[in-house]
């Protein structure tokens, strides 16, 4: 072997005054950037599940208050009583079922969860079926009067 040959293990083992300890090693936890991440994947589950529950909830209260309102607004444009016949009261609750109606659209159109503008649109949708309906009883009381008419002048003739 050639004397002058330097092992190569000399280069790469470390001088052991070099083995101090590092003064900038994070010894504590603590002061790891992943020491914080956030909460455990149990506690996730238990937020979301808890979110999920409480839109859940939600939802089931506004379709419960759609379904109230709406039914009693309908009601209320079948009622065949003549508005200087009503009560104040009555007219009182129509107001308050207005008020519940628009009160109702206001809140899905700003659910961020809800399609845009969906709580405009349902009262779009019950006025466009109160006015259907309306044109019915106005065709019909037309017809009735037609045959009215038709009947007093078959009497009139004779």
Not at 110 to 127: C, K, R, V
Request: glycine share 2%; net charge neutral; hydrophobic share 30%.
């Amino acid at each position: 072997m050639n004397p002058e040959r330097v092992n190569y293990n000399a280069f790469n083992d470390p001088d052991p005054q070099d083995l101090k300890v590092n003064e900038s090693i994070k010894l504590d936890n603590n002061k790891s950037r992943f020491a914080n991440k956030g909460p455990s994947p149990s506690q996730n589950k238990a937020r979301l599940d808890e979110q999920i529950k409480t839109y859940q909830e939600n939802e089931k209260d506004i379709a419960a208050r759609i379904s109230t309102a709406s039914r009693e607004y309908l009601k209320a444009t079948k009622d065949l009583t003549l508005p200087q016949n009503k009560s104040e009261l009555a007219k009182q609750n129509e107001k308050d079922i207005i008020r519940e109606l628009i009160d109702i659209a206001s809140i899905l159109n700003s659910d961020q969860s809800q399609p845009e503008a969906i709580g405009a649109t349902g009262l779009i949708n019950l006025l466009l079926k109160i006015n259907l309906d309306q044109r019915d009883s106005i065709n019909e009381l037309r017809y009735k009067i037609f045959l009215l008419e038709k009947t007093n002048s078959i009497v009139d003739k004779k």
